[in-house]
């Protein structure tokens, strides 16, 4: 499956967009992953990278916050691809564009994310390294990951 990408601001968003980016993130963090807030104040210092279908459904989803926002260097989170289209390589495809934007973004930085335990070797493979100890949020193991540039 091919998706059109869009990379924008949080107020260039449009509604519908919007809408469409929360309701994905709570179909798989609130519904399959758990009771917490999605919205924790970072969406407004964020880009936000949409991949949508050619029909213009929204299959895929991140932000990248601000470097100095939540961590000192830019960061990735709220990656999510759609239920039905998990294991089709969407996720290496999204995580891939969401890294060549801010690399774009944020020409040199290194960029950190607090990944999920269990998808440590996914992460891995897209060039990240553990930095620190497990840790739960949101009651799921989590572990910061950096990716160097180069």
Not at 88 to 114: D, F, K, N, Y
């Given at each position: 499956?091919?998706?059109?990408w ?11 967009e ?8 709570c ?10 807030l ?24 991140l ?5 100095g926002?939540?961590?000192?260097e830019?960061?990735i989170g ?8 998990r ?9 891939h564009e969401g ?6 973004q ?19 493979s897209?060039?990240?390294v553990?930095d ?19």
């Amino acid at each position: 499956m091919t998706l059109r990408w869009r990379w924008c601001r949080f107020d260039e968003l449009g509604v519908h967009e919007l809408y469409d980016l929360l309701a994905l993130r709570c179909r798989v963090f609130v519904l399959e992953q758990g009771p917490y807030l999605d919205p924790d104040g970072l969406d407004r210092q964020a880009w936000h990278l949409q991949g949508r279908d050619a029909e213009g459904r929204l299959q895929a989803c991140l932000r990248a916050v601000e470097p100095g926002a939540k961590y000192t260097e830019p960061s990735i989170g709220r990656v999510v691809t759609a239920p039905e289209v998990r294991g089709t390589g969407l996720g290496r495809a999204l995580m891939h564009e969401g890294l060549a934007r801010c690399r774009a973004q944020w020409p040199g930085a290194p960029v950190r994310i607090s990944a999920q335990a269990r998808l440590r070797r996914f992460y891995e493979s897209l060039g990240f390294v553990a930095d620190g100890a497990e840790y739960l949020e949101d009651n799921i193991p989590h572990r910061q990951m950096v990716r160097r540039p180069g």
